[in-house]
Structures are given as structure tokens and as C-alpha cells.
């Protein structure tokens, strides 16, 4: 009997658009792009538009220009999560009937003084859905993985997280729920994002396991702080990148990531950074850390 041979690479880029793209999303979206091209696979944009109220009007637009300017090329067509809604109600509706799931009334003003771990306090009230939070019943176990850059990380999921929500009181869908079914629907082998989310790899490993879905690959890159501490991220205001300014920042974000561009690069357009990246790819180099410090990058 012959092995089997692993599956393809899929990768996927995944931004919110609350906002532009900044500095910190290009770490993101090159790690993630030039681990799927020096694999050989596939490499996919998924816009994440799962909270309207937050979104920026003309954002999702504007990523997709950035991406291009930037020299990026997906594969296949641009997935919206927006567009996913009924198949996440689905899920929902069969965690509550097994009762893997439950509605949850608690005001935040109750949450308080608990440290972001929920108390339990609607686990056994037989809630009605209607105008209700939905919880998942999380189990008194650890759940764990070796990340390809931060190494082992583990977590409890009853001690540190509680029971958490997969679709909120007004309706609309988690991130936790939404990504891993989408993940698992795109056929994703490997996930590489920001190191902020490393903590809620544990709950989408909960899910997978409680879906029967499979369990990708996690690379997750560190995040770039500026000097008052502040990720760069779209709540702080960062600025979009301009296309003028697409070499220069390519570079600058391969550095980050620990590559070696040589100096004759500095002059390069986005492409030729770009094919440079996917053919001198290595992920050992990107810095073990959670944050980077920007003025450090300059």
C-alpha cells in the first residue's frame, strides 16, 4: 500500500473591512501569499463582513485596489461571508437542537468583574432564542497546537474562556463560527494570519472537532505595535497604503518578516518583490515573538 499524499496547499487572506488595509494587514497578507506560491497552491480572498454597523463604507473596494496595486493575485472569485449567512443559521440551529448550544440573556454589565471568561450563568435556564445571545458549550479540557511560528500553545478552554457566543444577540454571526466553517468549506490546509488571534485558535480547534470538520496548519505572524503599544489596526486610525508607495513598504514588511531581500531589490516593482519573496520564501526566519515594534523596522 502506497502513502497518501498530502492535500494542496490552500491558503486564504481574510481582512475586515472596518477600514483600510494598513502596514500591519501587508505583513499579514505577504506571509500568507508567499507561504501558499512557494508551496505551489492555491491562495484565496475572503472578505470577512460579518458586522455591517462596523463596516466602512467603500472598504471592501478599497482592499481589493490595495491588493492589486500591491501586486497581489487571488485565486478564483472574491468569497463574502455576507453571502454565507443561511448556511451559519443552519449550524446554529443544529448546535441548540443537541443541545450543544444555548441562549444566553446576560447583559454586559453582568459579564463585568469576570475577567472575559463567562460565568455559566444562563448554561441551565432553558433561555429562548429569540433576543438571546447563543453560547456554545465549551468542555472542561485543553485544547492544544504547534503553531509553525509561535510554537506550542495551549489553552483551557472551561477555566479560560467560558462558554462563548456564536451569534450575538442582534443577529448577526461570530467570527469563530463563520471561520471555521468557512475554512473548512474552501478545503483551507493552512491558515497563516496575525498573532492576535492566536488565542482563539483553541475555540476554532473545538468547533472543528465538534463539526467533524479537519484541523489546517497555523502560522501566525507578529503583530506590529506602535510606540504607545497600539497594534496598527483600523480602531487606531491607521492610515491606508498608498500605491505610490508599494515597493518600499513590500520591502519593508519582508524585513519584518525576517526575509533577506538583497539591496539591488530596493528599486524593485511590486511583482519583481513579490517573485523574489515566493521563490526565497522561508517561514524559519520570521521573528518567534508576538509583537514587533514599527519604529524597529525602520
Not at 84 to 89: H, M, V
Not at 140 to 153: H, I, L, S, T, W
Not at 215 to 241: A, C
Request: charged share 25%; aromatic share 8%.
Amino acid at each position: 500500500m502506497t502513502a497518501s499524499s498530502p492535500s494542496p496547499y490552500v491558503g486564504r487572506f481574510a481582512p475586515t473591512p472596518s477600514g483600510y488595509l494598513h502596514f500591519g494587514s501587508l505583513i499579514a497578507a505577504l506571509a500568507s501569499y508567499l507561504d501558499a506560491r512557494n508551496a505551489g497552491g492555491c491562495w484565496l480572498l475572503r472578505m470577512e463582513d460579518l458586522d455591517p454597523p462596523r463596516e466602512v463604507p467603500g472598504a471592501q473596494a478599497a482592499i481589493l485596489k490595495t491588493l492589486e496595486d500591491y501586486g497581489f493575485a487571488w485565486d478564483g472569485p472574491v468569497v463574502r461571508q455576507s453571502g454565507r449567512l443561511a448556511r451559519y443559521g443552519e449550524v446554529v440551529e443544529r448546535l441548540l437542537e443537541q443541545d450543544l448550544a444555548y441562549a444566553c440573556t446576560c447583559s454586559r454589565k453582568q459579564l463585568e468583574g469576570f475577567s472575559g471568561i463567562y460565568p455559566g450563568f444562563c448554561r441551565d435556564a432553558g433561555q429562548e432564542p429569540r433576543d438571546a445571545a447563543i453560547r456554545l458549550r465549551v468542555p472542561e479540557r485543553e485544547y492544544a497546537f504547534v503553531d509553525r511560528v509561535q510554537g506550542a500553545f495551549a489553552q483551557h478552554l472551561g477555566r479560560e474562556v467560558g462558554d462563548f457566543v456564536i451569534r450575538r444577540r442582534d443577529g448577526l454571526y461570530a467570527y469563530q463560527l463563520a471561520v471555521v466553517l468557512d475554512d473548512a468549506w474552501q478545503g483551507v490546509t493552512d491558515v497563516v494570519r496575525g498573532a492576535d488571534l492566536l488565542d482563539s485558535t483553541p475555540r476554532q480547534l473545538y468547533l472543528q472537532e465538534l463539526l467533524g470538520l479537519p484541523r489546517p496548519r497555523y502560522l501566525h505572524v507578529p503583530l506590529i505595535v506602535q510606540t504607545d503599544g497600539h497594534k496598527l489596526g483600523k480602531s487606531y486610525r491607521s492610515p491606508p497604503l498608498p500605491a505610490e508607495r508599494a515597493g518600499p513598504l513590500l520591502l519593508r514588511a519582508l524585513r519584518a518578516l525576517g526575509q533577506r531581500p538583497p539591496a539591488e531589490l530596493g528599486k524593485a516593482c511590486p511583482r519583481e518583490l513579490l517573485d523574489w519573496g515566493i521563490a526565497h520564501w522561508d517561514a524559519g526566519r520570521i521573528p518567534h515573538c508576538r509583537t514587533l515594534a514599527e519604529a524597529a523596522l525602520d
